[in-house]
């Protein structure tokens, strides 16, 4: 069974990554990114929790994905949307860089999409991810 408060930060994550998604679309508004910004870290808090979220940006490895991405959230608040969005994107890449192959992974079995995940071209892109961390013993782990 889910929990409300994993249910809440699910539905908040989408929407920090709509807004996000509407912050590009009309020429990086800042307002717009910044409030996608809090959306996504609160949702991403509520859905996994307080202290896992503490653990997952405190840890010494990510440092530089994690001064990146809170660097962007900072030039983002100062009105320096495009450079801050950059500078968020390095972040996210190397924070979550090890989750896209395992998210890879399993879009390959839905329905619609599934096929164009199993292309070799997609899948050699997606396995370029998280190389260096995302192994544990010789198998892919969540970066959470």
Do not use: H
């Not at 409030?35 to 503490?54: A, K, N, Q």
């Amino acid at each position: 069974m889910v929990s409300d408060n994993t249910k809440i930060g699910t539905g908040l994550l989408f929407l920090g990554c709509v807004f996000l998604f509407l912050g590009i679309i009309f020429l990086f508004d800042s307002a717009l990114l910044a409030l996608g910004d809090f959306l996504f870290l609160t949702g991403l808090t509520m859905t996994i929790g307080v202290s896992r979220t503490m653990r997952f940006f405190s840890r010494k490895d990510r440092i530089r994905g994690i001064v990146a991405f809170f660097g962007g959230i900072l030039l983002v608040l100062c009105k320096w949307g495009l450079v801050g969005m950059i500078l968020q994107l390095y972040g996210i890449v190397y924070l979550f860089g090890q989750f896209f192959p395992i998210a890879a992974q399993s879009l390959r079995d839905a329905p619609l999409i599934g096929s164009v995940f199993q292309r070799p071209s997609v899948e050699r892109f997606f396995s370029t991810f998280g190389t260096s961390s995302a192994k544990v013993g010789g198998q892919r782990v969540s970066p959470v």
